[in-house]
C-alpha cells in the first residue's frame, strides 16, 4: 500500500515534469526545473522571455488543469463505483454527459453560431451536466428515497433524454459546428489557462476532498444499504453528499475541458487491482494516479501528430485499454 | 424492565397487513426465537423490531427509546442486525469486516480507537476467528462465514442483537455450534437475542422463549416448552407435528396428516 501510494505520488509528479519539458518547442528540463525554483525563490531562471511565455503560459496551466481533470475524473468514478456497487460505473452515470453535451452544443451551436465562444460554452455546459443530475436525482426515487438501482435507470433514461435533444440541435446546424461539438465531446486540454485553472480549483479541491474522505462510508456501503443502515449509516444522506461532490467536480471538469472518457473507470480499477477493494486506499491513489495518467495522455496528444493534435478521449482509450489488461494479467499471475 | 418492547406494532404492505398488532416485551438476557411458516411476517417483524423498516402503526422501544427518532448511529449503539442474507464484499479482510460493526462508535470521518481495535481483537478470539483475519471474506467456509458474520454483530457491542435466520445453509454440526456460541454471548453478555428460525426442534433447545407467527399476528408466546408442545404450532404449520422426548431434549418431527389424525 505505501509502496503503490508513494510510486503513485512520484510517477505524478514526472508526469507533470514531463508535460513541461515535452513540446515542440524545446526547453531543457534543466532550464525548467531552475525556473521552478526561481519561483520558489531559489535561485535565477535561466529562460528567454519567449521560453518562459512558452512554459508559464502555455503548458503549465495546461499540465495543471489536467492534472486537476484527471484527478476529479478518476476519484469520481471511484466514488460512484462504491456508492452505487457498480462496477460499470463512470463520473457520467447519471448524465453528466449528456448534459454538459447538451449544454456545450447549444453554445456552440446556438449562440456561437457554429463560433467557438469561450464564454459560454463552458457555462453552459456545466449547467447543462448539474441540471441532468438534478433530473437524474428527482426521477430516480425523489432524492432521499432512492436506491442505487433506481438511480442508474433514471441516469440511463435522463442521458438518452438529454443525448436526443443534442443530436437533434447538431442536426440543424452547419458543418463548422459539428465538427466543434465533435471535438469537444471527445475532450481537450488545448484551450487551457490559468483562468480555467482558477475556474476549476475550487470545485476539485472541495468534491475531491469530500470524495476521499467518503472512502470510509463507502467501505460500509459494500454490505449493502440495509445492513450499512444497521451499522449505523445514514445511507441515503451520505449518497446524497457524495453525488453531488462528484456531479459538482465532474461537471465543473467537463465543462473547462470536455468530455474526456476512459480516465474514470480504468483508473480506479487499475488502482483496485493493485491495493485492493478498500476505497479509503482506492480513492486517494486514483487521486494522483488520474492526475498523472491524464497529464501523460495529453502529452502524446499534442506530440504524436505535432503540430496538430490528437483529441485526448483517443489517447486515453488507446493507452488505458493495453495498461488496464496488462495490470490485470500481471495480477491474475500473480506477478504484482 | 424491559430492554426491548413492541408495542401493538401493525405493517402494512401494498394495501394488506403483513403483520398485525404484534406486542412483545423482553428483559435484558432473554433469548426470543419467532418461528412461523414462510409467509408468516417473521423477517417483518425482526427488520421493523431492528428499525430497518417503518411501521404503519405502533411502535418499539429499545432502553426506553423510540428507535424510530433515533439516528442510524444512535439506533446502532443499541442494536446489531443480521438480516437472512448478508452481503459479503469479497476482496475485504475478516478483521476490516468485524471491525465495520464499530462504524457506531468510532464515526465516519475518524479511524477506529484502540478500543474499537481491542473490541474487535477480543471478539475473534471469542469467535475462534483469530486465525482468519488475514484471510479475504470470500475465502472462508460456510461456518466460519457464519462466525464471522455473528463477530461483526457482537463487536457492535450493542444490548440487543437481532439475527434472521443466522443458521442458514450450515450443516447440522455447524448449525448447533453456532447456537450454542450465541448461548453462551446471551449468559456471559447478558445479550437480549431475537432470532428467525426454521428449524422447530433447535428453536426450542435453545431460546428461551418463542413467538409463534400465523399470517401476521402473534399466535402462541410463551416458553419455549410450552409453545412447542402447543396445539397452536401444528394448526400454524397446517401439518401434523409430534413432539418426542429424546434424553430430555424436545424434538419436532414431521407427521402427515393422515397418521395425526389417527
Known amino acids: 500500500m505505501v509502496i503503490v501510494a508513494s510510486t503513485s505520488v512520484v510517477a505524478m509528479v514526472l508526469c507533470a515534469f514531463g508535460g513541461l519539458a515535452i513540446g515542440p518547442f524545446a526547453i531543457s528540463w534543466t532550464h525548467i526545473l531552475a525556473s521552478l525554483l526561481a519561483h520558489l525563490g531559489i535561485g535565477h531562471t535561466r529562460l528567454t522571455s519567449l521560453q518562459s511565455l512558452v512554459l508559464w503560459q502555455i503548458r503549465a496551466p495546461r499540465v495543471v488543469l489536467g492534472l486537476l481533470a484527471g484527478s476529479m475524473l478518476a476519484v469520481a468514478g471511484g466514488t460512484y463505483q462504491g456508492v452505487f456497487r457498480n462496477p460499470l460505473a463512470d463520473p457520467y452515470l447519471l448524465g453528466v454527459a449528456a448534459g454538459a453535451g447538451l449544454g456545450a452544443t447549444i453554445g456552440i451551436v446556438n449562440i456561437g453560431d457554429g463560433l467557438n465562444v469561450p464564454t459560454w460554452t463552458p457555462v453552459l455546459a456545466f449547467g447543462g451536466a448539474m441540471l441532468a443530475v438534478a433530473c437524474t436525482w428527482l426521477i430516480g426515487?425523489?432524492?432521499?428515497?432512492?436506491?442505487?438501482?433506481?438511480?442508474?435507470?433514471?441516469?440511463?433514461?435522463?442521458?438518452?433524454?438529454?443525448?436526443?435533444?443534442?443530436?437533434?440541435?447538431?442536426?440543424?446546424?452547419?458543418?463548422?459546428?459539428?465538427?466543434?461539438?465533435?471535438?469537444?465531446?471527445?475532450?481537450?486540454?488545448?484551450?487551457?489557462?490559468?483562468?480555467?485553472?482558477?475556474?476549476?480549483?475550487?470545485?476539485?479541491?472541495?468534491?475531491?476532498?469530500?470524495?476521499?474522505?467518503?472512502?470510509?462510508?463507502?467501505?460500509?456501503?459494500?454490505?449493502?444499504?440495509?445492513?450499512?443502515?444497521?451499522?449505523?449509516?445514514?445511507?441515503?444522506?451520505?449518497?446524497?453528499?457524495?453525488?453531488?461532490?462528484?456531479?459538482?467536480?465532474?461537471?465543473?471538469?467537463?465543462?473547462?475541458?470536455?468530455?474526456?472518457?476512459?480516465?474514470?473507470?480504468?483508473?480506479?480499477?487499475?488502482?483496485?487491482?493493485?491495493?485492493?477493494?478498500?476505497?479509503?486506499?482506492?480513492?486517494?491513489?486514483?487521486?494522483?494516479?488520474?492526475?498523472?495518467?491524464?497529464?501523460?495522455?495529453?502529452?502524446?496528444?499534442?506530440?504524436?501528430?505535432?503540430?496538430?493534435?490528437?483529441?485526448?478521449?483517443?489517447?486515453?482509450?488507446?493507452?488505458?485499454?493495453?495498461?488496464?489488461?496488462?495490470?490485470?494479467?500481471?495480477?491474475?499471475?500473480?506477478?504484482? | 424492565m424491559s430492554v426491548l418492547e413492541v408495542a401493538n406494532v401493525t405493517v402494512n404492505v401494498g394495501g394488506s397487513d403483513v403483520l398485525r398488532d404484534v406486542s412483545l416485551q423482553l428483559g435484558e438476557g432473554t433469548w426470543c426465537t419467532v418461528i412461523g411458516p414462510n409467509g408468516a411476517g417473521k423477517t417483518t417483524l425482526v427488520e421493523s423490531m431492528a428499525g430497518v423498516r417503518s411501521v404503519t402503526t405502533g411502535v418499539v422501544h429499545v432502553d426506553s427509546h423510540d428507535i424510530l427518532s433515533l439516528s442510524e448511529r444512535e439506533r446502532a449503539r443499541l442494536i446489531a442486525f443480521v438480516p437472512q442474507n448478508p452481503i459479503v464484499p469479497p476482496g475485504m479482510s475478516v478483521r476490516d469486516y468485524v471491525t465495520l460493526g464499530r462504524t457506531s462508535h468510532h464515526g465516519l470521518l475518524r479511524a477506529p480507537s484502540r478500543a474499537d481495535r481491542q473490541a474487535v481483537a477480543a471478539t475473534l478470539e471469542r469467535l475462534d476467528l483469530a486465525r482468519f483475519v488475514d484471510r479475504d471474506v470470500a475465502t472462508l467456509s460456510g461456518g466460519e462465514r457464519q462466525r464471522m458474520i455473528l463477530a461483526r454483530a457482537l463487536a457492535q457491542s450493542t444490548p440487543v442483537l437481532i439475527l434472521d435466520e443466522p443458521i442458514t445453509g450450515l450443516d447440522v454440526r455447524h448449525q448447533i455450534d453456532l447456537l450454542t456460541l450465541l448461548r453462551r454471548e446471551v449468559r456471559e453478555c447478558s445479550l437480549t437475542v431475537i432470532a428467525t428460525l426454521h428449524d422447530l426442534t433447535l428453536a426450542g433447545q435453545f431460546a428461551d422463549r418463542l413467538l409463534l407467527l400465523r399470517a401476521g399476528a402473534v399466535v402462541a408466546d410463551g416458553p419455549s416448552r410450552e409453545v412447542i408442545r402447543s396445539k397452536e404450532l401444528s394448526e400454524s404449520y397446517e401439518m401434523g407435528l409430534r413432539v418426542v422426548d429424546v434424553d430430555g431434549a424436545d424434538v419436532v418431527v414431521p407427521v402427515s396428516n393422515s397418521s395425526a389424525t389417527t
Request: hydrophobic share 55%; net charge positive.
Open chain 1, 141 to 336: 426515487g425523489r432524492g432521499l428515497r432512492s436506491t442505487p438501482a433506481t438511480l442508474i435507470l433514471a441516469g440511463v433514461a435522463v442521458a438518452s433524454l438529454f443525448t436526443s435533444l443534442q443530436t437533434y440541435l447538431q442536426q440543424s446546424s452547419t458543418s463548422g459546428a459539428l465538427t466543434r461539438v465533435y471535438l469537444w465531446i471527445l475532450g481537450s486540454l488545448s484551450s487551457a489557462s490559468w483562468h480555467e485553472v482558477l475556474v476549476v480549483l475550487p470545485y476539485v479541491a472541495v468534491c475531491a476532498t469530500i470524495c476521499v474522505v467518503a472512502g470510509r462510508a463507502l467501505d460500509v456501503m459494500s454490505v449493502g444499504d440495509i445492513e450499512s443502515r444497521a451499522l449505523g449509516l445514514p445511507v441515503h444522506r451520505v449518497r446524497l453528499v457524495v453525488v453531488v461532490a462528484s456531479s459538482l467536480g465532474t461537471a465543473a471538469v467537463v465543462s473547462a475541458v470536455g468530455l474526456i472518457g476512459f480516465v474514470g473507470i480504468i483508473v480506479p480499477h487499475v488502482v483496485r487491482l493493485l491495493v485492493g477493494t478498500s476505497y479509503r486506499r482506492i480513492l486517494p491513489i486514483s487521486l494522483f494516479v488520474g492526475a498523472g495518467f491524464l497529464v501523460a495522455a495529453d502529452a502524446i496528444a499534442r506530440t504524436v501528430v505535432a503540430p496538430s493534435e490528437l483529441p485526448i478521449g483517443v489517447v486515453t482509450a488507446l493507452v488505458g485499454a493495453p495498461v488496464f489488461v496488462l495490470v490485470l494479467t500481471l495480477r491474475r499471475n500473480r506477478v504484482l
